[in-house]
């Protein structure tokens, strides 16, 4: 795993050092601290950072042709490297090393822009090609590796991370504020905006060509949920469990340490499982719990590493720890909110030490229909069907005391809302009305309902089309982001069995009530889990990877918040007579805030570190 940065004058020579370049670099050196690599030619730079994987003595970057036509920059791997190897053998090509890297430098200039679609993995690259004086950027199909970029007249910046970019272009920073509603919304910025007007997050499975006329992107892939009613429960989980293991099999290809998160759920469980069934030697595993026991997974962990027989390591996190939160919120560069974001760093941290792989279960829920709004969601549209009933128990509502009727009385208006707002209302961390007064400068037109919904409308069903929209949405830009910068903090490069291209692909022909019912989700996977973990495991509650917001606000966070609120309140950009009630009403009990609390203080931290400087 590695860190990408370049920059390309389409209508001159650079216009920075050659030391400003290696300094933006050096910013992302966490994401690649064994090498640094450094090409350059009139116009074109490309850099890298390697962390040393696959083929440590070979696969250095950036890396040219023979004839030095093609120059690529790379950050990931490709699991089935080994069969595009052969084949390109076969058409003659000569490989001097063994590495996933010399297999996307041949495939492009064998197959040009398809090449994109031979690859299963996960990937972010650029290439160079000075036959026609162009820069390709391409991403994964699912969008796990990072890839930002900035057009700036005939001038293209591009980077794993924001932090490069920001580097070069300290004096370019127009916040886009509907993007900002978005995150005080959802808790993430979704692609293909950033925090600043005018960068961008490239697409998942899409390429952008750029040359000095034009810049167009190109869309390689997509997932089609297409249902085969006719398939069996039986014949479906004997092709799913068949997946799924070559899936894990063909992520154990390393040349260094490798391990597993483990969090006692069912996800990282069976990845854990099937993992040791190929391996001689136990699995290291890793898990992070809190002292605070509704947070805690470690006993469910400890339970999976005994039944498995892994070499475990866990560590609980007490509340002092959150003086680390601007530590690792840095690496974001941009707002972002998932508080899960601090175990999952510490899990990192903790890993480091003996491991710079690990395989993880993200991506379980999505793909096999796991969470609890997706069962809500059947649930609301039975309530539809039978509207009439609806609109009755709605009145019945409004003749009982309110304090009795408000809970239900709003799940039965999001039931009977439209789809896909009642939806999105659904996983919103903040209802459209807050973000947008929590916001001075704000577009009172826009919604981040509107820019969301259409990512919820593809697929051949409402419920097909909601996975479809999360594995788009909350997924890419939360779920992936998170789990991609607090890994590379810790220089880990972290692997997702469940977002085989394969295995979705199969997974997306499944009928709906082999994933979701009313009480319950994963249900193919469950019943595939009882061929590796004990019952108890695959039954059990799901507690999330959570933190505890609500206590941490009451004591150190909201000490925290305050002191960077009084440092911020000049720069005009939130209402902070609105955050200051918010924090009283938390304090006194008389609203949960901790949401939009901790939403507020990752913007602060980020204001602090990058825009205000």
Partial sequence: MCGIFGVVNFSGDINHTDQEIKNACSAIKHRGPDESGFYKEPGVVLCHRRLSIIDIGGGKQPMSSE???????????????????????????????VSDTEVVLRAYIEYKEECFKYFNGMFAVAI???????????????????????????????????KSIYALSKDNKEIDYESLQDYFTFGYIPTPKTIYKNIFKLEPASYLIINEDSHNIYPYWDLVFKTNNNIKFSDARSNTKKLLEQSVHDRL????????????????????????????????????????????????ARLISNYIGTDHTEFVLESSCTDIVSEFTKYYDEPFGDSSSLPTYFVSKLAKNEVKMVLTGDGGDEVFGGYKRYSRHIINSKIKEYLPFGKAFESLLSAIPVSLSKKAGRALNRA???????????????????????????????????????LFERQDSELNSIYYGDMRTYMLDDILVKVDRMSMANSIELRSPFLDVNLLEYAATLPENFKTSMKMGKLILRNIAEDYVP?????????????????????????????????????GILNYDLIDRLIIEHTNNIRDNSEILWLTLCFEIWCNEYHNS
């Fill in 535 to 571: 019952k108890e495991i695959i039954y059990n509650k799901k507690k999330g990877f959570g933190i505890p917001l609500k206590e941490w606000f009451k004591s150190d966070l909201k000490d925290m918040l305050i002191d960077l609120i009084t440092v911020n309140r000049g720069n």
């Fill in 416 to 454: 009977l809302e439209d789809y896909p707002n009642n939806y999105l209302k659904e996983v919103a961390l903040s209802n459209n009305s807050l973000a947008k007064q929590i916001i001075n400068k704000n577009n009172q037109m826009y919604s981040s309902y509107d820019t969301f919904s259409k």
């Fill in 128 to 162: 160079w090609d000075k036959r026609n004086k162009t820069l390709i950027l391409a991403r994964d199909r699912m969008g796990k590796k990072p890839l930002y970029y900035m057009l700036d007249n005939n001038i293209v910046t591009f980077s794993s991370e924001l």
């Fill in 67 to 97: 004839d030095g036509n093609v120059t690529i920059s790379y950050n990931g791997e490709i699991y089935n490297f080994s069969d595009i190897r052969s084949e390109l053998i076969q058409k003659g090509h000569q490989f001097k090393t």
């Fill in 253 to 300: 290809v390393s040349d260094v340490p490798f391990g597993a998160f483990l969090s006692g759920g069912i996800d990282s469980s069976v990845v854990v499982s099937i993992m040791q069934q190929y391996l001689d030697d136990p699995v290291k595993t890793f898990s992070i719990g809190f002292d605070v026991a509704k947070y805690n997974e470690l006993d469910d």
